[in-house]
């Protein structure tokens, strides 16, 4: 934040998964709202899947115990991020929207992904959170795709891929806009695929933080900051890098 230097009139946005992994994700929080609560410019969260899973298991809490008591047993940090949240924490968090768009730059932000599959995206936030069964099913796959079928590019689940089937950004054919994502870490810095830029640069894996620079005039930039090695970074999980020549120019 300090390198940014953000100032009145400017839009901070992060892509989701404020929580898990790092050694203070209720403090990220908090230093987050606050700046929502107290900076002159806007801040936007995207929504990511961890925080989607927080989500869920506070809900499950009272709703359906035992399902909650299954989802921390999976994740360990479930119960000790739910009791350091305050009210406040959780209601910033509610706060995040699934996608959110730049038509100066015809960009669309999302946290994980499109599927080759999706043929139709919501206008608006509020359309997306109309969607119900089946349709809210497939919308919220935004949020977890990794890697797609090489068949017929349906979502796969991360563990699910074979040898053949693309991560996701490597066929995506900008039907929707450049996409900027997180989800998937790149420890070589910021992966720039033609129609899409991953800004996960493996900030817990002794990487980076980075931040995508959109500015009233003049070319985009990344700016990044050394990020802290706290957990061990599996690189035969990771898709090829494609570089860091970024694709997205302005449109005409």
């Known amino acids: 934040m300090a ?9 901070l946005i992060f892509v989701g ?26 801040v936007l969260l995207i929504e990511g899947n961890h925080e989607d899973k927080h989500r869920r298991y506070h809900r499950n809490k009272t709703r359906r115990p035992m399902v909650a008591k299954g989802m921390a047993a999976a994740s360990r940090e479930l119960r000790s991020l739910d009791a350091e949240l305050t009210p406040d924490d959780r209601a910033f968090l509610a706060t995040a929207v699934p996608f959110h768009r730049l038509p100066d ?9 499109i599927p080759p599959d999706m043929f139709t995206f919501p206008d608006t936030v ?11 099913h497939a919308f919220r796959k935004i949020l977890r795709t990794r ?11 991360f563990g699910d891929e074979g040898p ?3 991560f996701w950004a490597q066929i995506y054919d900008g039907r929707f806009g450049h996409v900027l994502f997180g989800h998937q870490p790149f420890l070589g810095g ?20 980075t931040a995508l620079v959109l500015p009233g005039e003049g070319a985009p930039r990344f700016e990044s900051v050394p990020g802290i090695d706290v957990k061990p970074f ?4 990771a898709p090829p890098h494609p570089g860091t020549d970024l694709a997205l120019k302005r449109p005409a």
Not at 3 to 11: Q, V
Not at 191 to 200: E, I, M, V
């Open 3 to 11: 390198k940014l230097a953000l100032s009145g009139g400017d839009h």
């Open 17 to 42: 998964d404020l929580v898990d992994k790092g050694p203070d994700p209720a403090g990220v929080v908090q230093f987050i709202r606050h700046l929502h609560e107290t900076a002159p410019f806007s």
């Open 105 to 113: 730059w015809n960009i669309l932000i999302v946290h994980g992904g």
């Open 126 to 136: 509020e359309q997306a959170n109309a969607l119900t069964g089946k349709a809210r």
């Open 147 to 157: 890697y797609v079928s090489q068949i017929d590019g349906r979502f796969l689940a």
């Open 164 to 166: 053949g089937d693309p």
């Open 190 to 209: 910021p992966a720039c695929y033609p129609h899409a830029t991953g800004l996960d640069t493996a900030c817990i894996h002794g990487g980076a933080l």
């Open 234 to 237: 599996k690189a035969e999980r």
